[in-house]
């Protein structure tokens, strides 16, 4: 059974138009994270929440939100998508932020931008 | 400044044959740990194996080991008995016990497993 569950696993939104990824674990997990992947690139973090606390990484574009709602739940939110904001965007969970734990990844969104 | 490096964009191997795929890492951080994983073409990062910096011993899941060499910085994944199935991107990443816990990626390896 899927532990992280990224829906929807595949959208479309126009240019400048908001758009919302969902993500829900079942780990209940401490930390959850967003990382953006262009094609043929390594994924790179987005920002991430421990527990209730965001924590952004510095070249993150403003262009880009996040909230927690809860333990199981964690979206991302793009204000206004540009042609470049088309990537898989992929979520991920782990019990601390200790090198130890795995990050377990969701299944991936793939965000195409007309 | 941490950094993890691939250096084989595309490797083939013959079915039923193993395949070292090579990775070696930078950071002045005495605790990390490195992981392998795998992304086939419908995008699911799947965790393959982990080897913590303080372990003493390699690495092993399955058909996966890691050879694991500290003083070179190097934390290569052998695939034994390659599978069709196994075709897929290969990320070597590392992670800190910072204040992120972020994973830092490696560009990846393609690996084709020929019938």
């Known amino acids: 059974d899927a532990m992280v569950i990224q829906n929807p696993r595949y959208q479309v939104t126009q240019f400048g138009k908001p758009v919302t990824l969902s993500c829900s674990q079942t780990?209940?997990?401490?930390?959850m994270y967003w990382y953006q992947q262009k094609s043929s690139q390594a994924p790179k973090l987005l920002f991430h929440?421990?527990?209730?606390?965001?924590?952004n990484e510095a070249d993150t574009p403003d262009n880009f939100q996040s909230r927690r709602p809860n333990t199981s739940f964690c979206f991302l939110d793009i204000r206004s998508p540009g042609l470049g904001d088309a990537a898989m965007y992929l979520c991920?969970?782990?019990?601390?932020?200790?090198?130890?734990?795995?990050?377990?990844f969701g299944a991936g969104t793939r965000l195409s931008v007309l | 400044a941490q950094k993890i490096t691939q250096t084989q964009p595309g490797m083939f191997v013959q079915e039923k044959e193993a395949v070292t795929l090579d990775c070696t890492y930078d950071?002045?951080?005495?605790?990390?740990?490195l992981f392998w994983y795998k992304q086939p073409s419908s995008g699911e990062m799947i965790f393959l194996i982990y080897?913590?910096?303080?372990?003493?011993q390699n690495a092993t899941e399955g058909r996966y080991s890691l050879n694991f060499q500290k003083a070179r910085k190097s934390a290569n994944l052998v695939i034994s008995a390659s599978q069709l199935g196994d075709s897929a991107m290969y990320f070597c990443?590392?992670?800190?016990?910072?204040?992120?816990?972020?994973?830092?990626f490696g560009q990846g390896t393609t690996l084709q497993v020929k019938p």
């Open positions: 990443a590392m992670r800190l016990s910072s204040n992120t816990g972020k994973l830092i």
């Open positions: 950071t002045s951080d005495p605790s990390y740990g």
């Open positions: 929440y421990y527990d209730k606390d965001f924590n």
């Open positions: 080897q913590g910096s303080y372990d003493q």
């Open positions: 991920a969970t782990s019990r601390s932020v200790l090198a130890k734990n795995i990050q377990y």
């Open positions: 780990l209940n997990h401490n930390v």
